[in-house]
């Protein structure tokens, strides 16, 4: 994309209204806009990086088998009547009449839909075990949207929905989507740390809420720092082994990690002293495992391998994806705007034509453009007729990863500069050598 012909409307002045640093680089970047409160519009350059994030869930959700689809966002009150959500919801669903005087809703998330489509198609045991999922747009009427697109209203989210037959064959889909989700947060270069959460009313210890450590988190936690020296790395876990499964969930959930409604006092202090750690985190997601309760109420209920009607075993587990932008911007940025992870960045390279209209710079930018372009990775060129400084500027607010600097002198001597917005460490080399370089790099960028 040549930055002449894109639309970045990369803001000069601070936004008042932004809090948070994700806030405020998202709309100095020119990421979003909001529309109202808690409703924001994607513009190019955040839309690329949501519609990133999604690819990065839908191939992770795939790779361990669950199906993709699609349910609407507008959905009837008489589904919620059903299973009794349709009362206890409460202000945060958005609820209106449709013109022939029908309840209708936005969702806020999908329980009732799905488990009325399974109960409508799932009569054995033989179509089991399934789990769908989608990324769709949830509305909650929060009390307090804030945060930009960390607390919207509006939000993107990807939410699955697992059926089995037995509690154990729903514990199993609860660890695959713990396995999934690890590698899903390490692919966008997030450390999301699962930590006990509340069950609510259902009660049980089956669920767990994914977060990212940051001082601006809005959830309390409290964890042994032993937590943090795991990672997931590209460990091939067989996701239909049960016992495979079973291991990385003991592994990840084995050590103290809580959110502050599960916080024990007692348990937290058997952990060694220097190891205990309260820090603020952000909920990037939530896996639950939550029993027949919807399958009863919804009819849900298949024959089992003895011919007996059983209700199904549900869970439900969601990431936020909207959110996920903001909290990698928390998670990953300077004084000078943000930095983005390879595997979620809106663009692969900048190109930098220090002398725009200076024949070789051009020519040279051209080149290097077209040479990033057949490899398959897409180059931000600023082509634009500013001063170094501005598109220097620019190009650390938007934070692409690597920077091609292209100027008159370093071409006198065939060479150009490559520089990493992490370290911002630079290095002259010839231009061919700059592709190269960033070829490989992403190379191991899935
Ligand atoms: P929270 O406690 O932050 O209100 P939640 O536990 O109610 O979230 P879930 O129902 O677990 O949310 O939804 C799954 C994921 O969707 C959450 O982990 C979070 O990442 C995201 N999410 C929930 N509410 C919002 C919101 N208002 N804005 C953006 N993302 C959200
Ligand atoms: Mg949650």
């Not at 709309?27 to 690329?48: C, D, E, H, V």
């Not at 809580?258 to 202090?269: M, V």
């Not at 932008?325 to 900048?350: L, M, N, Q, R, Y």
Request: one cysteine or more; aromatic letters at 10%; glycine letters at 8%.
């Amino acid at each position: 994309m040549r930055l002449s012909r894109y639309f970045l409307p990369v803001l000069k002045e601070t936004p008042r209204e932004a809090q948070i640093v994700s806030h405020r680089y998202m709309l100095q970047a020119g990421m979003i806009r909001q529309s109202s409160a808690g409703i924001y519009s994607w513009l190019p350059l955040g839309f690329k990086v949501l519609k990133r994030l999604e690819q990065i869930v839908h191939e992770e959700q795939q790779r361990v088998g669950h199906l993709p689809m699609l349910m609407p966002t507008i959905q009837s009150g008489d589904l919620w009547k059903q299973s009794g959500r349709h009362n206890s919801y409460g202000p945060e669903m958005l609820r209106f009449h449709d013109r022939h005087g029908r309840e209708m809703l936005y969702g806020p998330t999908n329980e009732e839909m799905i488990t009325e489509i399974v109960a409508a198609y799932v009569k054995s045991y033989r179509d089991l075990p399934l789990t769908l999922y989608h990324i769709q747009w949830k509305f909650r009427d929060e009390r307090r949207p804030r945060f930009g697109v960390m607390r919207g209203r509006e939000f993107y989210m990807k939410d699955g929905y697992n059926f089995d037959l037995s509690k154990e064959a729903a514990l199993h889909a609860y660890n695959r989507h713990l396995v999934s989700y690890l590698r899903t947060y390490e692919r966008m270069g997030l450390q999301a740390i699962p930590m006990r959460a509340d069950s609510g009313p259902i009660g049980g210890d089956y669920t767990h809420e994914f977060l990212v450590l940051a001082d601006t988190g809005e959830s309390e936690v409290f964890y042994d720092s032993a937590i943090t020296d795991l990672t997931f790395g590209d460990r091939a876990v067989d996701v239909d082994d049960y016992t495979a499964c079973q291991a990385v969930m003991d592994e990840f959930t084995s050590r103290y990690a809580r959110t502050d409604e599960t916080h024990d006092e007692a348990l937290f202090n058997e952990v060694p002293e220097d190891r205990r750690r309260s820090a603020r985190g952000i909920e990037v997601g939530q896996i639950f495992y939550f029993g027949t309760e919807y399958s009863e109420k919804m009819g849900a209920i298949v024959q089992n391998e003895d011919g007996k009607q059983v209700p199904l075993h549900m869970g439900s587990h969601g990431i936020g994806v909207s959110r996920l932008v903001g909290a990698i911007i928390e998670a990953s940025h300077d004084d000078k705007g943000i930095i983005w992870p390879e595997g979620v960045t809106p663009f692969h390279c900048g190109i930098v034509n220090l002398k725009q209209g200076d024949e070789a710079a051009d020519a040279e930018c051209d080149k290097l453009y077209d040479s990033l372009s057949a490899l398959g990775l897409e180059p931000l060129y600023d082509d634009r007729d500013e001063r170094a400084g501005a598109k220097f500027g620019t190009m650390d607010m938007i934070g692409l990863p690597w920077r091609i600097t292209v100027g008159p002198r370093g071409l006198k001597n065939g060479v150009v500069e490559l520089t990493s917005r992490r370290t911002g460490e630079s290095e002259e080399l010839p231009p061919e050598q700059a592709v190269a370089r960033i070829a490989e790099i992403y190379q191991g960028v899935a």
